[in-house]
């Protein structure tokens, strides 16, 4: 596919691009101030900040390019319209590591049997957004509107425990993400399924998996 990335000097962007090439996709960074110009592309990839996402997305939009977007703290919801529209996808996820869908899912399981749970995430100090992404969708997923904790350190890459309190008991459950690549599989996977999916808005991994 040729690919616009927004984003394409990140620290997620650094990691992801070349993974993407070796994947056999073209891929063209688009950085602050570069004209959003993307049309005839097949799809953008957007992991940038907040403001920057909605802005980006919503031009690509509009120029009937679909995209898959891992930026989080903002709220794609408007932008469903746009894409129904122009016939587009607008593909996001908090996380696009299957290790960390997967812990969600789970989470999600066990809180059908506990009363009570509490959500540490844990990232790097350079992140933006609190509570992350994924947290805040892990809190959805579990419901009875979890405590979350934010930790922010040099050190840390993108970590989440879910804790679970019973009557003499605790299960934790625990996704770290060491390395950035993790996130690759999670976007190729979405890349393929554009086709295959509704115009509009789609959220989440878990659809696709
Ligand atoms: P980062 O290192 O700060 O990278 C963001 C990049 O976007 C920077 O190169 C920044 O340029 C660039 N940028 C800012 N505004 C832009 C614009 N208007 N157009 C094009 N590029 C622009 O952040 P990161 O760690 O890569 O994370 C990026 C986002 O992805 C965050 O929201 C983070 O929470 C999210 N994330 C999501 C997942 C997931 O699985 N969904 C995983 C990891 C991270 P400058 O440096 O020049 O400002």
């Known amino acids: 596919m040729n690919i616009a990335f927004f984003g394409a ?10 993974v993407l090439e070796r994947a056999g996709h073209t891929v063209r960074g688009i950085e602050i101030g570069d004209a959003v110009d993307v049309a005839g592309l097949d799809a953008c990839v957007d992991f940038t900040t907040p403001d920057a996402a909605a802005e980006n997305t919503r031009a690509a939009l509009e120029q009937g390019v679909s995209c898959v977007v891992g930026t989080t703290g903002w709220d794609p919801q408007p932008l469903d319209a746009v894409a129904r529209e122009r016939g587009v996808t607008l593909f996001v996820a908090p996380n696009f590591s299957i290790g960390a869908v997967l ?7 066990a809180a059908a049997f506990f ?44 970590h989440q425990e879910v804790i679970f309190g019973g009557e003499g008991q605790l299960l934790t459950i625990r996704h770290d993400t060491t390395a950035r690549e993790s996130f690759a599989d999670g976007v190729l996977l979405a890349l393929a399924k554009l086709p295959e999916l509704p115009p509009g808005l789609t959220v989440g991994l878990d659809a696709l998996l």
């Open 115 to 158: 009363p009570r749970a509490e959500i540490i995430e844990l990232h790097n100090e350079a992140k933006k957004d609190a509570p992350s992404g994924t947290a805040a969708a892990t809190a959805k997923l579990i419901g009875n509107d979890p405590q979350v904790h934010s930790v922010r350190l040099p050190g840390l890459v993108a």
């Open 9 to 18: 000097e990140g620290k997620v962007g650094r990691a992801l691009v070349p």
């Open 103 to 109: 812990m969600m899912r789970f989470a999600a399981e």
